[in-house]
């Protein structure tokens, strides 16, 4: 993935005078049974989304959350009397359904849907009746004082932070001073998010024993790191480590040294050349040439590879290797819509992109195929051959914190 990321803008703005609306388009879509899902976004263009049938829906979402009407401009083929179905959502969670009778206007037309009761949304689903019609774009209109992203479209790129690549054998450490707290009184992380501890500061800054971080398993033992390359593919700071007295730290066993997340960086032993993705529970898997490696992960692959000790690997297992045919399980992509899928034994769930965080997943591990970038047709062509799984939303049980 490259270090240098464009700034998009996630929807089309139309930015009227102070104290009137603003209407925010759909900057995502997720669809069944459709043709051309991609034209559902950004603003109305002549391009349409169209139903192949009327067991095949649409699901446009918006950057943010709004309880208005929702408005929709269509594409039909004659000026007839059309129905659908409007699930009104957010993340997961059906909050309303309408069912809204229209007469439709050729070739095209808007049409309103209201929310009736007021319900907070940030995506909805259409299932249409027959005759059937298309969507050409999806929008709602909220208060000129709120928030939006303006972010014009030539924005300068930014640079990531790059992370280390040094192998360190030591634990993972940090010098700051943590307040003994719970992380689940003060974090917006999912439920799942696995506690981490360090031993109390003696406040002597010769001494190292006091500053190795652990995450503490499912089974009560505490899991060292065995390099910053490892805890940053785990987790994106240090805000929610927990200091404890010895006594408490000595009533948790020492475990075995975490593993590099999976689904995150690719790894490879020094002085070797192969490289592997990594999946749940530490299996990796062979990426058997460099034309494979390209397909799922771009021309900068190299740059997601990350070196582990050779006094870890025993800790890994060896899977078969991959093929162009199938991505690894864990994989996580951000498509030519902007839309950020999980994949996962053949499937693909959609993950909210305001619940990423929530579920630990962070910018830096997620592979970019999008019109900016140089994969080829193929990777995304493939990504659209796994069935699509429900959703996720913010209160399901990821497994993102398997370890």
Known sequence: MKKLLPLFILSLLLLPAAGSAVSIYSNVAVTSGTVNPGNITGAPDGSATTFASTSGWAEPGFPQTSSGDVVMQYTADSTDFYSMTVWFMNGGSIEHTALVAFLGTSPTGTETISNINGVTFDRIRIMPDEPLFGVDSVWIDIAADEPV?????DATPVDLPDEPDAVDDDP???????????????????????VLVKLESDGDPSTQY????????DQGKRRPFSGESTYFSWFEDFDEVVELSPSAMAAYSLGATMPMHHG????????????????????????PDEATAELFYGADWADRVRDISPTDWPRY???????????????VVRDDNLVVWHVRDGVRRQ???????????????I??????ETFTDAADNLLESYSTGAIYAGTDDFDWYNF
Request: hydrophobic share 35%; glycine share 4%; no cysteine.
């Open 172 to 194: 993972v450490v940090i010098n700051e001073t943590i307040e003994e707290t719970s992380h689940s009184e003060t974090s917006t992380r999912h439920s799942t998010y696995p």
């Open 210 to 217: 006091d500053t190795a971080v652990y995450a503490i398993d």
């Open 317 to 331: 297992t060896l899977g078969d290797d991959l093929s162009s045919s199938a991505h690894p399980d864990e994989f």
């Open 149 to 153: 992203d303006s972010t014009p479209a």
């Open 367 to 372: 592979v970019s195929y999008n019109a900016f």
């Open 264 to 287: 995150t960086w690719l790894v490879k032993i020094q002085s070797v050349n192969d490289v592997y993705a990594v999946e749940r529970g530490g299996v990796l898997r062979r990426i």
């Open 351 to 365: 993950v909210p992109e305001t619940d990423l965080a929530v579920h630990g997943i962070q910018s830096a591990h």
